[in-house]
């Protein structure tokens, strides 16, 4: 791990659900020579497929990453999901990277996360080479592909390579920069046969959009351009890689992962045209957690470490292993490293470079280098590790968006032990989670992006760590509060023999505007009630406001007001006083004119303008209420809504089937609001036979 880092390619591999990401990673393992022969999904013999769940589900749930060599160059290749449950580890890994290949389908599918995946390299200022997959497809129409991704993405796809034939007579690629033919074996090796003729009959034609297009990115070409001078596109090998790495040109070559065709040609234009570690910005930019101190380091070995944390990986028998870029700097198997969000001091004890499943020790690595630490005690996905103890750190930009929570239950009274610590070690691999105990519902409630995430990670627990837990939808938190006033008195007396128990209270309730919870007040004059069991009153009224009154939710946005009582010298307790504040809060609560409240969710759902009318209509059935609409700059229809809590559950997924997985959702609290009788009504009758169960 000691070469010039010109001689890097970090790469990662992005595209839409069965687009062929992972097995294009496959292909290009055995065309360096790593594995004897090309792993596959659907057989389950990838190298790239870290988790069993992949092979049944056959998506991507993970980043893995490959580091091989190609024709004296190193890539690291990261293989990454796309789905929007796991798309937090393809933004961490477009973290570490350089440059993407972004695989798309021959037979066209247009779904949002083809969008939202070339936005976050737009983030990340990432040059894209395109590479549509699947030539050999039934359907495979290489031209109506690139015009549709091109419509749909709102950008210029340029091919640099045109496909010799397609679907069941695709056999090989045209190169418009060398304008050479390639004829692929059907045996999928990978090794062409450069012919002469069969040039495709659009080949000139293309080959002058191509010189258009890197013209458009350079002044100086443009005006020859535009003044007829002639310009060969081997003339312009400089100039098409700073138009692909200012982003002006993207680049688009046809292949087929499956048999090998293409690969190698993609793979060559990777190194042509992809940076090395610090060809675009020689310096990495450090900050504090509050953004005021930002310091520089430049990407050299020979300045302090500093490695970003972009994955963790946890294994029952093998333990933790963290997947690091480093941006700066040399560490060797017993460097010291300091974590910069927690300040905790880490030993690199075990080095290693990674094959998919695989990995290989190493003794050192240097700046630009992809490689995996194992065994670190306290670093998690996202943290910073520097040679230095600051604070300064490359701010991860992934933030997760809570959409979808579930009650998690063991279904096994042998399980109830082990569930905090699995959930631990699962939220250690995946930071897109969140777990909390949910006080008012007494449930152990897990947070997530998707359904579809949640039900994989139930079932890793399962394989991993033994423990069989299930997903419930976690009951409605609702409330109770009151709309009128009311006074009552509530007197506790009991005699049994000896001191007896006396306490006597007068309370009045009044209803406060929603979010300001349970205010007390003392008006006791004149000693009615003596100051010392004023406290135990209020005591007797808070609890008592926490088992409800209609359907045992919480009481909230209430005064309690005590005026008036009286006491006995010797009977009075604290006690006594306590359970005459209880009677006192529920007689007045008969009268007070007691109503059920719900959370209500802000929802912004964003769409094709095809599928608004749709979209709404379900939100209305929903008991939504349409705050408005508007366009955005890809002129999609933003809907705004606000929407009862119990009615949205499970909405993701319904938007996901309505449109076709192109509809995109964020939800928040928004706060609480009366519940309509006829469905309090229902409420009540459940929580009533419930407790009648009970």
């Keep these: 791990m000691t070469e010039n880092n010109e001689r890097i390619r970090n790469i990662a591999i992005i595209g839409f659900g069965a687009s062929g990401k992972t097995q294009l990673a496959d292909t290009i393992l055995f065309n360096a020579k790593a594995v004897q022969s090309i792993g596959k999904v659907i057989d389950k013999t990838s190298n790239m497929v870290l988790e069993q769940e992949e092979f049944e589900h056959l998506t991507t749930i993970t980043a893995s990453l490959a580091t091989v060599e190609i024709n004296g160059v190193r890539f690291n290749i990261i293989d990454t999901p796309s789905q929007d449950g796991f798309i937090g580890e393809t933004i961490n890994a477009l973290q570490s990277v350089d440059g993407v290949i972004f695989v798309m389908s021959a037979h066209i599918d247009i779904k949002q996360d083809m969008e939202t995946l070339l936005k976050h390299t ?6 894209v080479l395109f590479f549509i997959n699947k030539m050999d497809a039934e359907n495979a129409d290489f031209n109506k592909a690139l015009q549709e991704y091109s419509k749909y993405l709102n950008i210029k796809i340029t091919p640099v390579a045109l496909p010799i034939g397609s679907e069941d007579k695709f056999e090989g690629v045209y190169s418009l920069i060398d304008k050479n033919t390639y004829l692929y074996p059907k045996d999928a090796s990978g090794h062409p046969k450069q012919v002469a003729g069969n040039v495709p009959s659009e080949a000139e034609e293309m080959g002058k959009r191509l010189i258009e297009s890197v013209a458009e990115s350079d002044d100086a070409l443009l005006e020859k351009y535009l003044g007829n001078v002639k310009l060969e596109i081997g003339d312009l090998s400089d100039s098409l890689r700073k138009a692909v790495l200012s982003r002006s040109v993207f680049p688009v070559i046809p292949g087929s992962a499956h048999l090998n065709i293409g690969v190698d ?11 090395y570690p610090h060809l675009i910005n020689d310096k990495v930019i450090l900050q504090s957690t509050d953004g005021v101190h930002i310091s520089e380091i430049k990407r050299s070995d020979s300045e302090k470490p500093v490695l970003y944390v972009f994955k963790t990986s946890m294994d029952p028998y093998a333990g933790k292993m963290s997947y690091a870029r480093i941006f700066s700097g040399r560490i060797t198997q017993d460097s010291v490293l300091y974590n910069a969000q927690t300040g905790s001091e880490e030993k690199t004890n075990h080095l290693y470079t990674m094959m998919g499943k695989k990995s290989k020790p190493i003794d050192a690595a240097g700046c630009g280098d992809i490689i995996a630490l194992a065994k670190l005690q306290t670093t998690k996905t996202g943290d910073t590790l520097k040679g230095i103890k600051d604070a300064l750190l490359v701010q991860p930009v992934y933030k997760s968006k809570k959409l979808v929570s579930f009650a998690v239950k063991p279904r096994g009274k042998s399980d109830e032990d082990k569930i905090t610590q699995t959930l631990n070690k699962i939220l250690e691999e995946d930071t897109s989670l969140s777990v909390r105990r949910d006080a008012q519902l007494k449930e152990l409630i897990i947070e997530g992006v998707s359904k579809e995430q949640l039900e994989i990670v139930m079932h890793k627990a399962r394989r991993k760590y033994g423990i069989d837990l299930e997903l419930v939808l976690p009951d409605i938190p609702y409330k109770e509060t009151i709309k009128g006033k009311a006074e009552a008195q509530g007197k506790y007396k009991k005699q049994s023999g000896g001191r007896g128990q006396y306490g006597d209270v007068w309370l009045k309730l009044e209803p406060l505007h929603r979010g300001k919870g349970v205010e007390f007040v ?3 004059v004149g000693g009615s009630i003596p100051r010392q069991y004023v406290p135990a009153v209020e005591k007797g009224v808070r609890e008592a406001a926490l088992e409800g009154f209609l359907a045992g939710f919480p009481v909230v946005d209430f005064s309690a007001t005590v005026y008036d009582g009286s006491y006995h010298v010797v009977d009075s307790s604290e006690l006594a006083f306590k359970i005459a504040g209880s009677f006192a809060f529920k007689k007045c609560m008969e009268n ?3 109503v059920i409240l719900e959370p209500i969710m802000f929802i912004t759902v964003v769409v094709p303008e095809s599928f608004t009318g749709e979209v709404i209509g379900i939100l209305n059935s929903k008991r939504a209420k349409i705050l408005g609409m508007e366009h955005d700059d890809s002129k999609k229809q933003i809907i705004k809504a606000h929407a009862p809590l119990s009615e949205v559950q499970s909405y993701g997924d319904e938007l996901r089937s309505i449109t076709k997985g192109m509809g995109t959702f964020d939800i928040q609290f928004f706060g609480y609001e009366e519940v ?10 459940s929580k009533n036979k419930k407790e009648v169960k009970v």
């Design 122 to 127: 737009q983030m990340f200022n990432l040059p």
């Design 265 to 275: 040609k993609l793979i060559e234009f990777c190194s042509l045209w992809l940076p």
């Design 522 to 524: 003392d008006s006791i």
């Design 592 to 594: 007070a004119i007691p």
């Design 676 to 685: 309509p009788a006829h469905i309090a009504e229902k409420i009540i009758g």
